[in-house]
DNA sequence: TCTGGGGTCCTAGGACCC
DNA sequence: TCTGGGGTCCTAGGACCC
């Protein structure tokens, strides 16, 4: 079959990108009429130690507290202050809500993160009007059904409706019309050059693109020999808007991880042990949860003076059974810590996590390890039907 | 009292195979 | 004899994002 390229009309695309604005605090303020109008900061409250801000709203940053700031120093500019460690279920549950409203109004909601989401809106005029329209609708519907404001951008292109959405928060709402997209990306400063973070920013920077005109101005070549090639690529795209950055494509690989900070560096062997024991049963519970396995560990070990250091470890056949898991966690543990220094965070994570329907190659030996992977799965079953009931290895009580 | 936690993707080097 | 070239998998460290 043949379709003539006359006939075939061009069709433009077009994308909302939607972010939920100081989502964790608006929900706060929300659900607490106290806090409306008041500085909120959600990550910690104070005298927790190593904590930082997850959000703060947007009265708190007018103090000039923002996101993954320490918190201590966030308490220092905004002493008075409402701190909230935060209820994640609950911003779950708000979150999903949206999420459903979203998808009345597409058929292709792409979720990049507990607040934020791409609309594919191609075509939809007829059901919701010009996009313009349909944005304010949205915007309307989300808060009479929460409460809650979003920021809407509007692009052909989705790294140009990322950005657009950004501009104008809280409530905000910013088109940028079809062929526009370049000229939208000239416009701003290179802080708003998504994707190029700090160090990147300080590269371009001695390598005197202080603008994101200076960046168009390169040829992707120049560019790919400074920056490599996919770098180089990324940043000829981005400042030009181009189409085909899409987002939400399906990602390689997966992981399940968890890591944590303790209020003060840990030394000694049997306390550094017992944390990563309870670290570990926290990764194996999720990968039982979520039904995957996996045959990579990986440990990640933080030590005092902020040194990051990780190691890990591709095993023959997936691991299952939590004794087995810690040992091998510890047996990693054993190959990287360095005993001078304290340890101020200890991960474990999963990686290259497969479905669990995927077949693997069976191990030729079996020593008990099925029989204790029965027993644990039952554990965790019960867990899971009544979270009351918490098995625990007796080391990690108290 | 400096610097969370859960992720993804990229790079560079080494092992190993043909 | 002293040395290749492509491909794949694995590992450690980084950058970045929300």
Not at 155 to 181: C, H, N, Q, R
Not at 189 to 205: H, I
Not at 208 to 217: E, P, R, V, Y
Not at 253 to 277: G, N
Request: aromatic share 8%; charged share 30%; glycine share 6%.
């Amino acid at each position: 079959m043949k379709a003539s390229p006359s006939v075939r009309k061009k069709i433009t695309r077009v994308f909302f990108h939607v972010d939920l604005d100081a989502f964790f605090a608006s929900v706060e303020q929300h659900d607490n009429p106290d806090y409306r109008g008041k500085p909120v900061i959600v990550g910690g409250i104070k005298g927790d130690r190593r904590s930082v801000v997850s959000t703060a709203s947007y009265e708190a940053r007018k103090y000039g507290v923002h996101s993954a700031m320490p918190l201590f120093k966030a308490i220092e500019l905004c002493p008075n202050g409402i701190f909230i460690r935060g209820r994640h279920e609950r911003y779950e549950e708000v979150s999903s809500k949206i999420m459903n409203i979203f998808s009345n109004y597409s058929p292709e909601v792409i979720q990049m993160s507990i607040d934020e989401a791409f609309l594919d809106m191609t075509g939809s005029e007829s059901l919701f009007g010009k996009p313009h329209e349909a944005a304010v609708k949205l915007k309307k519907e989300v808060y009479e059904k929460t409460g809650l404001t979003v920021s809407v951008g509007i692009s052909s292109s989705m790294y140009v409706a990322k950005i657009a959405s950004g501009l104008k928060k809280p409530d905000g709402l910013t088109e940028v019309p079809d062929g526009k997209e370049e000229e939208f990306m000239l416009s701003l400063p290179l802080e708003k050059l998504w994707g190029a973070g700090e160090k990147t920013a300080e590269r371009l920077r001695k390598t005197g693109l202080t603008t994101i005109k200076a960046i168009h101005s390169k040829s992707k070549e120049l560019l790919i020999s400074i920056f490599g090639q996919s770098q180089g690529t990324f940043l000829y795209n981005a400042v030009r808007g181009n189409k085909e950055m899409e987002f939400g494509k399906e990602s390689k690989t997966h992981s399940i991880s968890a890591e944590r900070t303790f209020p003060y560096d840990l030394t000694d062997r049997y306390s550094i042990e017992s944390a990563l024991m309870e670290t570990a049963h926290h990764v194996l519970y999720r990968m039982h949860a979520e039904k995957v396995r996996s045959c990579t560990i990986a440990l990640k070990i933080r030590y005092g003076d902020f040194t990051t250091v990780r190691i890990q470890e591709t095993y023959s056949s997936p691991v299952t059974n939590a004794h087995d898991f810690f040992e091998k966690c510890r047996l990693l543990l054993s190959k990287k810590l360095d005993a001078s220094k304290g340890v101020r965070l200890l991960g474990v994570a999963f990686e290259n996590v497969e479905k669990k329907s995927t077949p693997v190659q069976q191990e030729l030996f079996d020593f008990g390890e099925k029989k204790r992977a029965k027993l644990e799965e039952a554990i965790y079953n019960l867990e899971d039907k009544n979270p009351a009931i918490k098995i625990t290895k007796a080391r990690l009580l108290k």
